[in-house]
């Protein structure tokens, strides 16, 4: 497309792209704009070199070419075109809603082209990615009544625990597409509100807490306790090295003495035993075990509290187990019980048992969390992979990268398909807030860029399209769907990020050089998701559309267009 528009000398007149989505993905009704910061890396150093050019001159496609296209535009003459960019934006993390542009690029036609794939690259994954991640952490954290009446059936203890933030951990890397879409996962997931990360490159490079236990092939390495017969751990009480065996035997053996077994022997696996107690020597202080390679309950938690008293003798506090398999809801509530029974039975009143977690993993989805929400369950924190990062329930978010305006005019893109309609022209968005604390978006306003931008006004004033009345606002494509807002205040979503060749750096939003800035970002997200939208939006079972409208002149202009450029059917 560039070179058409070089060969015929188009490339360098000015156009407005638009990148956008049509429709909220995961069945839901909003979306977490993400990537930002990585296209403002690839505008900084967007360019072709040598080698490149080398390449393309051998591509049977354009092989044909004018050399002087290669050695004069895309080596040399980019450098004007990116001199004339300007680039607007959404804040990165802002929760965003269909048609709304995300990014608003002016600039050359040469230069728009050039930048679209990997702008939508950019911005589709990580948005998609952030957006899951989101879902995730809200459904995790739901308890309905039945829920409820089980924390309440509780100690204080336990349904303090179950009360407390689910915490979601991304377990996704052995599963996601290659390094570079793991790394990516594990980011943006962060962003979107997970916690943490098993991802150790990831927790490198941008900062993310790491998490991880170990896998079944660990306990699967051991097959008798002769391996950690002589492992001593030291002892904080006594202050000196002890052998760990001989503390787990005794716990086991007095299980044994007490249950309806004929002989003193266990029925727990020695090899599972033999590993937990490696582990535990191993990480005393963070002692979290995989209990269902055997058999969840009648071994893999038995053996865990072995391992678990011998630790809070020793003076260490144990972590917890993970399940990842069977009924996640039956096994993690026979362990939040078993664990109480053992605060209670105990003369002692084992303290250490009164906040261990209970991880849940094995393919969990948004669908798996909601199904658990109206269970009885004791599970205290989420380890979830596949389903995130590969975003099986939608593996595309489908932004699309439109021209809107093109040497001063408007551009439209009609279709059969409504969807699929463009709205034309350079547009600047505002989200309008209401409520008594000014806090709650109301909707989101669209507005020629050339408009006097709207402002907040008192309510019961005149029905004006701004100013100090009522502002009416339409549906773009809904003739009826008319509304008068009264808003308490007005902010602009977008803002110049990128103006001929630099990056605009904003010192309060800004991210860029900064290693919180993930964190910044999350903080952000989950303001708005728990703070500022209705949970109307967010909820899973039908959730409301939220309003996107259009300024009384930009719905004109949109329909004159449409009607202009549109072809009159013809029957005979």
């Avoid at 019980?337 to 993993?361: G, M, N, Y």
């Amino acid at each position: 497309m560039t070179y058409s528009h070089w060969k015929i000398g188009k490339v360098n007149e000015p156009a407005v792209f638009e990148l956008f989505f049509r429709k909220n993905p995961f069945h839901g009704e909003y979306t977490i704009f993400c990537g930002l910061d990585e296209s403002l890396k690839l505008l900084q150093s967007f360019q072709f070199t040598v080698d490149d050019i080398d390449y393309l001159k051998s591509t049977p496609a354009l092989q044909h070419c004018d050399t002087e296209f290669f050695d004069e535009y895309l080596l040399h003459g980019l450098n004007d075109a990116l001199a004339s960019l300007k680039v607007y934006s959404v804040q990165e993390g802002t929760v965003v809603f269909p048609k709304c542009p995300l990014l608003i690029i002016e600039g050359t036609l040469g230069i728009g082209h050039l930048l679209e794939t990997t702008l939508l690259n950019l911005i589709n994954y990580p948005s998609l990615i952030a957006t899951n991640a989101s879902r995730m952490v809200l459904r995790a954290n739901e308890m309905n009544e039945h829920h409820t009446n089980y924390c309440s059936s509780t100690s204080s203890s336990s349904s303090s625990k179950n009360n407390k933030p689910k915490p979601c951990l991304e377990f996704g890397l052995r599963r996601a597409q290659g390094p570079d879409g793991a790394c990516t996962a594990s980011k943006y997931s962060y962003v979107g509100g997970f916690d943490g990360t098993s991802n150790v490159q990831a927790g490198k490079m941008f900062g993310i807490p790491i998490s991880g236990t170990h896998a079944h092939s660990y306990i699967q390495s051991f097959t008798s306790l002769d391996v950690v017969a002589q492992l001593t751990l030291y002892n904080k009480k006594s202050n000196k090295k002890e052998v760990f065996l001989t503390r787990v035997l005794m716990y086991r053996t007095a299980k044994a003495h007490n249950s309806t077994l004929s002989s003193s022997s266990s029925i727990t696996n020695d090899g599972e035993l033999a590993a937990f107690c490696a582990y535990a020597c191993t990480f005393p202080n963070n002692c979290l075990c995989l209990i269902d390679t055997y058999d969840t309950i009648a071994s893999g938690l038995e053996n865990f509290i072995f391992v678990a008293k011998a630790l809070d003798d020793f003076g260490y506090v144990p972590k917890g187990v993970r399940l990842d398999s069977g009924d996640l809801a039956a096994l993690s509530a026979t362990c939040q019980h078993t664990f109480q029974k053992v605060i209670t039975e105990e003369p002692t009143r084992r303290l250490a048992f009164t906040d261990l977690t209970v991880v849940a993993s094995n393919d969990i989805n948004e669908a798996t969390l909601v199904e658990l929400s109206r269970k009885e369950h004791g599970i205290t924190a989420f380890g979830i992979g596949t389903n995130l990062v590969t975003c099986q329930a939608q593996p595309a978010l489908g932004c699309v990268y439109k021209l809107v305006q093109f040497n001063g005019e408007p551009r439209i893109k009609l279709s059969q398909e409504l969807v699929k309609v463009t709205i034309p022209g350079v547009k600047r968005v505002y989200r309008f807030f209401g409520g008594p604390d000014k806090k709650a978006p109301l909707l989101d306003y669209m507005c020629l860029a050339d408009e006097d931008p709207p402002t907040a006004v008192a309510a019961g004033g005149n029905q004006n399209s701004s100013g100090g009345g009522g502002i009416i606002c339409r549906h773009p494509f809904r003739q009826q769907h008319r509304l008068i807002v009264f808003p308490s205040r007005v902010e602009p979503l977008h803002r110049l990020v990128f103006d001929r060749g630099n990056v605009v750096h904003d010192d309060d939003k800004d991210n860029d050089n900064d290693d919180n800035g993930l964190s910044k970002t999350r903080t952000y997200v989950q303001k708005q998701l728990h703070e500022e939208f209705s949970d109307t939006i967010t909820r899973y079972e039908n959730p409301k559309e939220y309003d996107v409208m259009v300024s009384p002149k930009l719905y004109k202009y949109l329909h004159e267009l449409w009607e202009r450029e549109a072809p009159i059917e013809e029957r005979r």
